[in-house]
């Protein structure tokens, strides 16, 4: 005998079988799903962050590198220190040998005029060395002309904090009337 227009069989069917999914089940996978997005989106964004640390670092690496080559170059060539103040050093390098000291002869490594920057200085040109920087000192063993040896140091910050660097270097170089 049927009821209420029910087939026998779907009825005696209907407490034991269950079609479709509970409102907790599908809020207990949307939770689920949504820790796993979580995580992954975690990841991600630290992948970006190492990425974009790990390119600092090579950058500044690299200044760090052609800056040691060439300030080292500049003084090791040098016949002479000119001057040198707590804003940089003025280096003479007898290019046409006659031991007279011309404008054209005459360089500069100093502080940038915003003093974060290391600059390389001509009487006609500039060249930022080192971009960003802090804390920029120059030394020298002796009061030029007898200026044998010249250190520049200064702080730099990549992704681990801030660090020091120096760079010396010693004149080979005598020019022809100094001590």
């Known amino acids: 005998m049927a009821q209420c227009g029910l087939h026998p069989d779907i009825r005696s069917h209907r407490g034991s079988h269950r079609v479709g999914l509970t409102v907790i089940e599908l809020l207990m ?3 689920v799903s949504s820790v796993i997005l979580a995580a992954v989106a975690s990841l991600a964004f630290a992948t970006g962050s190492a990425s974009e640390i790990t390119s600092n670092m090579n950058r500044n690496q690299a ?4 800056t040691t080559l060439r300030i080292a170059e500049l003084i090791k060539f040098s016949s002479s220190v000119v001057s040198a103040t707590a804003d940089g050093v003025e280096l003479w390098a007898d290019t046409n040998t006659d031991g007279v000291v011309d404008a054209a ?3 500069f490594i100093e502080k940038g005029a915003d003093t974060t920057s290391l600059v390389y200085r001509t009487t006609t040109s500039s060249i930022v060395m080192v971009p960003i920087c802090s804390d920029i000192q120059f030394q020298v063993d002796q009061v030029p002309p007898a ?10 910050q990549d992704g681990t904090g801030t660090h020091k660097y120096q760079i010396n270097g010693a004149l080979r170089c005598r020019a022809v009337g100094s001590p």
Do not use: G, H, N
Request: no cysteine; net charge positive.
């Open 29 to 31: 996978a949307l939770i």
């Open 63 to 66: 200044i760090l590198r052609y």
């Open 105 to 107: 002869e005459r360089f």
């Open 147 to 156: 200026t044998r040896f010249v250190s520049v140091s200064f702080d730099m």
